[in-house]
């Protein structure tokens, strides 16, 4: 029997709803939640994320500040404007866009952020939260994951969970998260022998490499639910995954799509991270 598709598309739309809910209820309270996105340089890719972001606070209810500066931007003076959107009330989250040009030190920007308001979930000390189980924020993509699983109905208590990807922004969080979920975890990478004879135990299989057909059908658990992060191109040039979708969707019980899964549930949870922080300061 086919694999349920889980709609990442239809999720997304829920929580935005729900989000525009409370972000009108703080509004009303004189409590805006505000989210400040800065764009250094003329990167295509990231001026498309950051327009899809901006047009999602936009349309939940979240006021956003976009701030767009020159790829010449000195780090002083981008550390310098993050200092002052730190010191300022009206902004609960702030969100500086990857990559960065060669001359500014990503883990400075990411550090100098304050963890009240690092709505990515991306700094050392939100990390740590992470680890040992304190209340923050959870990188985006991980967080939508662990929501997407979620809609299945399906307990992660005492379920093998594989990740497959070590990376600091989705396989290590999305590891700690699945523990927190009480599931036992698995984390392979480019240093696993045989992927396929952990990926055939899991009842559970997020693919998190950036590498097309990573995961094909024959190397999953009958019933499993497939958590496809890979955005990556095929040779017709056509969107596609980490997972083989068609021989995966044969014997998966749950599957995300790609486009449509995982993809709109990231901006998803920042606007949820966002409004939390805003929650958070306004007391509620």
Known sequence: MPAQIIDGNALSRQLRAEVASRAAALTARGHPPGLAVILVGADPASAVYVRNKVKACEDSGVRSVFEKYDADLSEAALLERIAALNADPAIHGILVQM???????????????STEKDVDGYS????????????GFRPCTPYGCMKLIE????????????????????????????????????????GTPDLAYHTRQADVVVAAVGRQNTVRGDMLKPGAIVIDVGINRNEAGKLCGDVDFASAAEVAGWITPVPGGVGPMTITMLLVNTLEAAERRAGA
């Open 151 to 190: 809609s299945t109905g399906q307990s992660l208590k005492g379920k093998h969970a594989v990740v497959i990807g070590r990376s600091n922004t989705v396989g290590k969080p999305m590891a700690l998260l699945l523990l927190q979920a009480n599931a036992t975890v698995t984390v392979c990478h480019s």
């Open 124 to 135: 050392v000390l939100s990390a740590g939260e992470l680890m040992a189980g304190l209340p």
């Open 99 to 113: 990559p960065l040009p060669k001359h500014i030190d990503p883990h400075k920007v990411i550090e100098a952020i």
